[in-house]
């Protein structure tokens, strides 16, 4: 089993910057991915970037692609979101995920809001 546990989310005004932090516990061997994933009112949840474990290879989404960036402390067993020129539509709850072996694990959420 893997727990993660996030933070980081809250309020921020247009422009600003937010850092996510997703700590995984329990059996973490065997991690090969992790994400963050964000659901806005009245839409779908969507991948927003995935990180693979090891190897550090990274993709975004289109939208958020030179805003945010995604990265690993491997000696922690913590992944990061660091969200700058934050917009409104940026609103969301953002969740953390990770895939070992065929098993998704999901965190809790944490919101994020985007408003002046």
């Known amino acids: 089993q893997v727990q993660l546990v996030e933070s980081g989310g809250g309020l921020v005004q247009p422009g600003g910057s937010l850092r996510l932090s997703c700590a995984a516990h329990?059996?973490?061997?065997?991690?090969?991915?992790m994400s963050w994933y964000r659901r806005a009112p009245g839409k779908e949840r969507e991948l927003v970037a995935r990180i693979t474990t090891p190897g550090g290879r990274t993709d975004y989404a289109d939208s958020v692609k030179g805003r945010f960036t995604i990265s690993t402390d491997y000696a922690k067993n913590t992944v990061y979101l660091q969200m700058n020129s934050l917009k409104p539509e940026d609103t969301a709850v953002y969740y953390c995920?990770?895939?070992?072996?065929?098993?998704?694990?999901w965190g809790q959420g944490t919101q994020v809001t985007v408003s002046a």
């Open positions: 329990g059996i973490t061997s065997d991690i090969y991915a």
């Open positions: 995920n990770a895939i070992r072996r065929t098993t998704n694990y």
